[in-house]
């Protein structure tokens, strides 16, 4: 299984970017589908943004037009984008991937990294 790590979260005022990155010891370029999730407490970790090797992706509504993922299989990293940060988004976010793209859509690990926190406040 993916072991991630996720970097690049902090604090940003509302309208301010970010850029969540990730890696795994494991060859994540490796895998055929990579996905973005978050989470706050009590609340169930959902899916915010997929991509395949084939570059179809998956955004979330809550932040199509302003996130954005991508990968680069030369570094074996993942990263996501986050542009015109709302107080809404801040939550914990995680990375993962998997060889099969429903794994990944519908967030069916068994394990998962630290987590990066966002907050977005002013």
């Known amino acids: 299984q993916v072991q991630p790590v996720e970097s690049g979260g902090g604090l940003v005022q509302p309208g301010g970017s970010l850029r969540l990155s990730c890696t795994a010891p494991e060859n994540l370029c490796s895998l055929y589908a990579v996905g973005w999730y978050r989470q706050v407490p009590g609340k169930q970790r959902h899916l915010v943004a997929a991509?395949?090797?084939?570059?179809?992706?998956m955004i979330h509504e809550s932040v199509r037009g302003r996130f954005a993922i991508s990968r680069d299989d030369t570094k074996c990293t993942v990263d996501l984008q986050m542009n015109s940060l709302k107080p809404e988004d801040t939550a914990v976010y995680y990375c993962?991937?998997?060889?099969?793209?429903?794994?990944?859509?519908?967030?069916?690990?068994?394990?998962w990294g630290p987590g990066a926190q966002v907050t977005v406040s002013s």
């Open positions: 993962n991937g998997d060889p099969q793209w429903t794994v990944v859509v519908e967030g069916l690990f068994g394990s």
């Open positions: 991509l395949r090797r084939d570059n179809i992706a």
